[in-house]
């Protein structure tokens, strides 16, 4: 169909299909006809709330698990940069339960995509990680050179935000 605006030369303007109309429908009949198969489905176009409820829990699940993971990337880094070498000067008791666990606990999760399942590994994940920060912290507090305040505030900067989600 040719529209000619204003001043302007021709332009072609597209009709745009409406799902659930066909072409031959007009806008001024209001019938519609009944649903094609590549449609959506009666119960998703009945109920938007819930599709877009679903997307903002994703999301905010996604965003947890990134925090999470952020987190444990900087406990590695604070580990390789600041506790390695300090390691070295004085022994420290480990607790290898812990991150054993906290590696259970993230494997299982890489194995689902959402869920409440999904949603428990998060938090108990999330938990994991900060037990595993605070007997780092109380590890530490018996010496009291230095480098052990520094990787201590380091840490805890760590557990802050690792409380904050």
């Given at each position: 169909?040719?529209?000619?605006?204003?001043?302007?030369?021709?332009?072609?303007?597209?009709?745009?299909?409406?799902?659930?109309?066909?072409?031959?429908?007009?806008?001024?009949?209001?019938?519609?006809?009944?649903p094609?198969?590549?449609?959506?489905?009666?119960?998703?176009?009945?109920?938007?709330?819930?599709?877009?409820?679903?997307?903002?829990?994703?999301?905010?699940?996604?965003?947890?698990?990134?925090?999470l993971?952020?987190?444990?990337?900087?406990?590695?880094?604070?580990?390789?940069?600041?506790l390695?070498?300090?390691?070295?000067?004085?022994?420290?008791?480990?607790?290898?339960?812990?991150?054993i666990e906290?590696?259970?606990?993230?494997?299982?999760?890489?194995?689902?995509?959402?869920?409440?399942?999904?949603?428990?590994?998060?938090?108990?994940?999330?938990?994991?990680?900060?037990?595993?920060?605070?007997?780092?912290?109380?590890?530490?507090?018996?010496?009291?050179?230095?480098?052990?305040?520094?990787?201590?505030?380091?840490?805890?900067?760590?557990?802050?935000?690792?409380?904050?989600?």
């Open positions: 169909m040719e529209v000619s605006e204003p001043g302007g030369a021709p332009e072609l303007e597209e009709e745009k299909a409406v799902p659930g109309k066909s072409p031959k429908d007009g806008d001024k009949s209001g019938e519609i006809s009944p094609s198969p590549g449609d959506p489905r009666p119960e998703r176009v009945a109920r938007p709330g819930l599709a877009r409820c679903e997307t903002l829990r994703e999301m905010a699940l996604r965003s947890k698990l990134s925090r993971v952020e987190a444990t990337s900087q406990l590695v880094e604070v580990e390789q940069t600041l390695l070498p300090l390691l070295q000067q004085h022994p420290l008791p480990l607790y290898p339960k812990g991150s906290f590696r259970n606990i993230c494997s299982h999760m890489a194995l689902q995509r959402e869920g409440q399942q999904f949603e428990k590994d998060l938090r108990e994940a999330q938990q994991c990680l900060k037990t595993i920060i605070e007997k780092l912290i109380c590890s530490l507090a018996v010496f009291p050179s230095d480098s052990c305040i520094s990787v201590r505030f380091a840490l805890r900067q760590i557990l802050q935000n690792l409380l904050a989600m």
